[in-house]
């Protein structure tokens, strides 16, 4: 079941791209002006990609809209206005209607379509701006540092969104100069994704290493896209806006991390020993935001990084390393199963607005490599996957 949030909107009249907002209610538009009322039905949260309990998808968390931006364009798609809104008023009642007044030009009715894009942060909405038509609109990007981070956290209150307006079941509708269009709705849903380490633990009794031992230090996405088109397509590779990848921790030495991209890693000050139990220690979670991925070149992975063991003893010189696990997003591979009728892809791609929940078990070593991708053998995986409040859940054996 799709969870989105609605936005309610009346329309009148053809606009130019001069306009003024309030969030209070004005007098009916007059002939040379066109009143939009927007009544944003959403909620609010705040998170980060770290050990703790989830977001929700609620008033307090991941629906929250902190600001929108409006295209308004012709049947031809060139640009009649875009405009934004800080600060909408959210909910249902004449009381939470954000109110838009805008010059007109010309008499005659005008077949219009419209676009929001929603949670924009600054120099998104300065480029949105400049647009002329549709489809530059709709090729705008939002970057996942500016959008989803805060003080070097991902946070949950600030999910970049985006909608098509529609009336009834179409995309198109006609204003009127001096008139008032009402019954439009959009339905915003987010741009990113939520991918959560849900359970790991290990079994290594049938593996060459039966007494082997792993210490769980750091988890981290890699290959996060940097940047989606504010494109309101669900395929993924109609969001991709280019092939920069960002790895949480940036580089790796072999000994070290770089430290780039902190918000896409998270480190454990003492490592923790994972065994056979369901869940992660102290029923905690990992979790990180990221964009749509096709995964054609680069797929999106979460990575396991921590020390194994291979006699378990944590006495023999030498006998301990630092091993990856990979965990390559929504593919479909040996090891892994899905929940319902999710299947994963073959090269493991991620689309916008789902939950991607990942259950790891670790049956045998890793890779020594964090770029490395993993021999299915060694990992049991079970996939969640799903539009929110809905998830996707993956499983993996390692």
């Given at each position: 079941m799709k969870k989105s949030i609605y936005l309610l909107a009346a329309f009148g009249g053809a606009l130019l791209a001069s306009c003024s907002n309030d969030s209070t209610t004005s007098q009916p538009a007059a002939q040379g002006q066109a009143r939009i009322e927007l009544t944003l039905t959403g909620n609010t949260a705040g998170t980060r990609a770290n050990n703790g309990s989830l977001p929700t998808d609620g008033p307090s968390d991941e629906q929250k809209v902190n600001n929108?931006?409006?295209?308004?364009?012709?049947?031809?798609?060139?640009?009649?206005?875009?405009?934004?809104?800080?600060?909408?008023?959210?909910?249902?009642?004449?009381?939470?209607?954000?109110?838009?007044?805008?010059?007109?030009?010309?008499?005659?009715?005008?077949?219009?379509?419209?676009?929001?894009?929603?949670?924009?942060?600054?120099?998104?909405?300065?480029?949105?701006?400049?647009?002329?038509?549709?489809?530059?609109?709709?090729?705008?990007?939002?970057?996942?540092?500016?959008?989803?981070?805060?003080?070097?956290?991902?946070?949950?209150?600030?999910?970049?969104?985006?909608?098509?307006?529609?009336?009834?079941?179409?995309?198109?509708?006609?204003?009127?100069?001096?008139?008032?269009?009402?019954?439009?709705?959009?339905?915003?849903?987010?741009?990113?994704?939520?991918?959560?380490?849900?359970?790991?633990?290990?079994?290594?009794?049938?593996?060459?290493?039966?007494?082997?031992?792993?210490?769980?230090?750091?988890?981290?996405?890699?290959?996060?896209?940097?940047?989606?088109?504010?494109?309101?397509?669900?395929?993924?590779?109609?969001?991709?806006?280019?092939?920069?990848?960002?790895?949480?921790?940036?580089?790796?030495?072999g000994t070290a991390w770089a430290g780039d991209n902190p918000y896409l890693f998270d480190r454990l000050d003492t490592p923790v020993a994972i065994d056979g139990s369901t869940t992660l220690p102290g029923s905690k979670y990992y979790w990180f935001y990221a964009f749509a991925n096709d995964g054609s070149t680069s797929p999106t992975s979460f990575v396991i990084q921590g020390l194994f063991d291979v006699d378990g003893s944590d006495t023999t010189p030498g006998d301990v390393t630092t091993i990856f696990y990979p965990v390559v997003v929504n593919k479909a591979q040996p090891g892994t199963t899905y929940n319902g009728s999710n299947v994963g892809t073959s090269t493991g791609s991620v689309s916008r607005n789902n939950l991607y929940n990942?259950?790891?078990?670790?049956?045998?070593?890793?890779?020594?490599?964090?770029?490395?991708?993993?021999?299915?053998?060694?990992?049991?995986?079970?996939?969640s996957v799903a539009a929110w409040p809905t998830e996707i859940v993956q499983s993996v054996n390692f």
């Open positions: 929108i931006v409006i295209g308004i364009f012709d049947n031809s798609g060139n640009v009649i206005s875009v405009q934004s809104v800080s600060s909408p008023n959210v909910g249902t009642g004449d009381a939470n209607k954000n109110v838009i007044t805008c010059p007109l030009n010309g008499s005659s009715a005008v077949t219009c379509s419209a676009v929001v894009v929603a949670n924009v942060p600054a120099s998104s909405a300065t480029e949105l701006k400049t647009s002329t038509s549709k489809n530059l609109f709709l090729g705008k990007t939002i970057l996942l540092s500016e959008s989803t981070v805060s003080s070097d956290i991902q946070v949950s209150t600030n999910l970049p969104m985006s909608g098509d307006v529609k009336d009834g079941s179409v995309s198109t509708f006609s204003l009127t100069p001096g008139g008032t269009k009402t019954g439009l709705t959009v339905e915003l849903t987010r741009m990113a994704s939520r991918i959560t380490l849900t359970s790991l633990k290990s079994d290594f009794s049938n593996s060459p290493y039966p007494h082997a031992t792993f210490k769980l230090q750091r988890v981290l996405l890699r290959d996060a896209i940097a940047a989606t088109k504010v494109t309101t397509s669900a395929t993924p590779g109609d969001a991709m806006s280019g092939t920069t990848y960002l790895t949480g921790g940036g580089t790796w030495s990942l259950a790891v078990t670790l049956k045998n070593k890793g890779v020594s490599l964090p770029t490395d991708n993993i021999n299915p053998a060694n990992l049991e995986i079970n996939v």
